[in-house]
């Protein structure tokens, strides 16, 4: 099948490769259905992946596997994450993490990862929770 997307014009899509997102993302719920889409070089394995939307052409995020900068995700699932991703084992997912472009400087979506079942072609983005930094006198300053 062919889509319109906005960074790649059309492009043609192999069923089979959809990946479906069936809470959309935050923000973005209508949008169910993506595509990874990379440009391709040689012999090197892309770094950066677009994940298109196939229900909003408009609609595409900058992803990257977070152990590319250096940090890993340890994550809890709850049963209902579970069976919407149709988790059977821990190694059919793939964490990966939106980039965004703020104030001129690139920053990643660190609290809400992108879990993708590579096997069942099935994700889910998990936010999670906000860890409160802990206060003791040692790290406070005070002004006088």
Known sequence: MQVATHL???????????L????????FEGSRRYQLIH???????????TLQSLDDP???FQIIDPT???FEY?????????????LASPDDVAVMVVLFKEEGKLGVSARSPLLIN??????LQKV????????TLSNLSTRV
């Not at 059309?10 to 089979?16: A, D």
């Not at 479906?20 to 923000?27: A, K, N, R, V, Y």
């Not at 340890?74 to 049963?79: A, F, G, I, Q």
């Open 128 to 135: 999670l929770p906000r860890i409160e930094p802990k206060v």
């Open 68 to 70: 590319a900068l250096g």
């Open 58 to 60: 408009g609609v595409a």
């Open 74 to 86: 340890e994550v809890e699932l709850s049963d209902d994450e579970t069976s919407a991703l149709q």
């Open 118 to 123: 590579v096997r069942e072609r099935v994700g």
């Open 20 to 27: 479906d997102f069936p809470q959309g993302m935050l923000g």
């Open 8 to 18: 790649f014009g059309t492009v043609e899509i192999n069923p089979n490769t959809v």
């Open 39 to 49: 440009e391709e070089s040689a012999g090197t394995p892309p770094v950066t992946y």
